[in-house]
């Protein structure tokens, strides 16, 4: 079972416990947008009634969660998710970036595929471990949790993801990459900068051999536009 060391700059799993990240989006937005206890409670609820049978306790990390899942981890397999990419879609206005100059993370959209590591949760711990991680996840509700098929080296596995809400107020879309980069080259929040983000995410793919084109891109254009401006 393997756990990561914290580092100090990021989220830590004491921020989940004493609801800190709910509290930074309070502050930083309407305070109604962040979901309090019975909320999640009432989400965590209706996600586990849609289950399927026999599914075990698989997430798909695919963002962060790959390089800081702050929950333990009994397995990790690299897998593919048919139907859905990987897109820095959600603007973050706490965690990194402000409401002033606002961050990007990422979300799952429709369309395509998306390389990513499927983390097994030890089944006793696994209900605990999920309450965690929806106060991450859910913290402003802006995605939908969703059970997916995914083919990891040949081996179907059933996992719970978390797909980005095109309702949701903080939802950006698709932006060009010149406004992304820039995005990069400036954001910062309570957990870092985004530039931080992008970059751990890309380095965590890597370590498990999943080359992002995409990811890749926006690293090179953002080294270029520092370069430019030094």
């Known amino acids: 079972m393997k756990r990561w060391p914290h580092d100090p700059t990021t989220l830590c799993r004491s921020d989940l416990e004493q609801g800190r990240m709910r509290d930074l989006y309070a502050a930083a937005v309407d305070s109604t947008r962040a979901l309090d206890d019975e909320q999640l409670a009432a989400s965590l609820a209706a996600t586990l009634a849609r289950k399927p049978k026999g599914a075990g306790w698989w997430i798909f990390a695919y963002g962060s969660l790959l390089w800081n899942p702050l929950f333990p ?5 690299p897998a593919r998710l048919h139907g859905l990419h990987r897109r820095f879609c959600l603007w973050s206005l706490a965690s990194r970036g402000t409401p002033e100059c606002p961050g990007l993370v990422l979300g799952l959209e429709r369309g395509g595929a998306c390389r990513g590591v499927a983390m097994r949760l030890p089944a006793p711990l696994a209900l605990d471990e999920l309450h965690l991680l929806w106060r ?6 802006s995605y939908t949790p969703r059970w997916v098929s995914l083919d990891a080296d040949g ?6 993801t978390f797909v980005v809400r095109r309702d949701h107020p903080q939802y950006a879309g698709k932006l060009p990459l010149s406004r992304e980069v820039d995005v990069f080259a400036r954001a910062r929040g309570a957990f870092g ?3 931080d983000y992008l970059e751990r995410t890309r380095i965590a793919l890597v370590a498990h051999g999943i080359f992002d084109p995409y990811l890749d891109q926006l690293a090179a254009e953002l080294d270029a536009a520092r370069s430019a401006e030094s």
């Open 155 to 160: 081996r179907t596995l059933t996992a719970l």
């Open 136 to 141: 991450r996840e859910m913290v402003v509700g």
């Open 73 to 77: 981890v009994a397995e990790m397999r």
């Open 193 to 195: 900068s985004s530039a």
